[in-house]
């Protein structure tokens, strides 16, 4: 057993060494008989006190010493050697304690005065303008508005959420739907402006049958830009295909409304006038047979 002494927290550790290569004892003189000479009176299950004298983490060896020579001047008088008995008491190392730097900070006088930041400006001589840094280097030059925070911040969000959608539509065309609607939902929760990301997922939610979401997106795209094409096309062909849902169903009001948005958006279509005209006349002739009842 080795009572070790770590001069750094003037602390002694008591341990049971048995493992190979754990320790090794310096200063013990370089011939063998002289290591013989320091233990030939110990035997198994002694109390031997060393110092600490080196860590060697990578062989996981403690280098000893039983050298006197080997305390510093701030050490207390520590015995090095055999132990008689049971490992002699040894204060608990001594941590610094640092200060509370908030505490510290509150418990100032300039902390309660409310123009404590506007007189420290005027002391160091920091202009009240807005300015691109505190380094004179960089006050001195030009910057344009592209280059503030604001805008550097806006186009990374707007690529981050691109990348996103990017990966969502290769889900998309893959037929992952669930990884495309979250790489989606992720792009609009980053930049909720992003047009190609309400569009993509507006279509996704179109081929999955969730026509009122889908129309909500395309809607919220074109009123962020109102010349986008896909977004039109796909609004009307969803208004379309919703119709006809909703005809089948025999929601004919739902299906009149539907056909007619259809025919705001693009006077064109074909189906949506076709089928918008067949209900109408439908619904005339059940009115008149109601009449005639």
């Keep these: 057993c080795v009572c070790v002494w770590w001069p750094c927290t003037h602390a002694c550790v008591c341990c049971c060494v048995c493992a190979k290569?754990?320790?090794?004892?310096?200063?013990?003189?370089?011939?063998r008989e002289r290591r013989d000479?320091?233990?030939?009176?110990?035997?198994q299950d002694d109390m031997v006190q060393a110092i600490v004298v080196g860590v060697d983490p990578g062989e996981d060896a403690l280098h000893l010493s039983l050298c006197a020579p080997a305390l510093s001047s701030s050490d207390p008088a520590v015995h090095l050697g055999y132990l008689e008995g049971e490992c002699p008491p040894h204060p608990p190392p001594k941590c610094p304690v640092s200060d509370d730097f908030l505490r510290r900070l509150e418990s100032d006088p300039g902390f309660e005065n409310p123009l404590c930041v506007e007189n420290l400006k005027m002391a160091l001589g920091i202009n009240n303008i807005p300015q691109p840094s505190l380094l004179n280097c960089i006050r001195r030059a030009d910057f344009s508005e592209q280059n503030y925070f604001d805008s550097?911040?806006?186009?990374?969000r707007c690529k981050w959420s691109m990348d996103n959608v990017a990966t969502g539509v290769q889900?998309?065309?893959?037929g992952e739907n669930k990884a495309a609607m979250r790489y989606f939902n992720h792009a609009l929760e980053i930049d909720s402006s992003n047009v190609e990301g309400l569009v993509a997922r507006?279509?996704?939610?179109?081929?999955?049958?969730?026509?009122e979401q889908a129309l909500k997106d395309f809607q919220n795209a074109l009123t962020i830009k109102q010349n986008h094409k896909n977004a039109r096309r796909y609004l009307v062909e969803t208004q379309t295909a919703y119709g006809q849902e909703l005809e089948k169903k025999g929601d004919l009001e739902?299906?009149?409304?539907?056909?007619?948005?259809?025919v705001l958006e693009d006077p064109a279509s074909e189906t949506a006038s076709r089928r918008?005209?067949?209900?109408?006349?439908?619904?005339e002739r059940q009115a008149a047979e109601k009449e005639e009842k």
């Design 152 to 156: 550097l911040r806006k186009a990374q």
């Design 37 to 43: 000479e320091m233990f030939e009176d110990t035997r």
């Design 276 to 283: 918008l005209q067949a209900i109408l006349i439908l619904q």
């Design 202 to 211: 507006g279509a996704l939610h179109a081929n999955s049958g969730h026509y």
């Design 21 to 31: 290569g754990v320790v090794s004892f310096e200063h013990l003189g370089n011939t």
């Design 254 to 262: 739902g299906a009149v409304k539907c056909y007619r948005h259809v």
């Design 171 to 174: 889900h998309f065309k893959s």
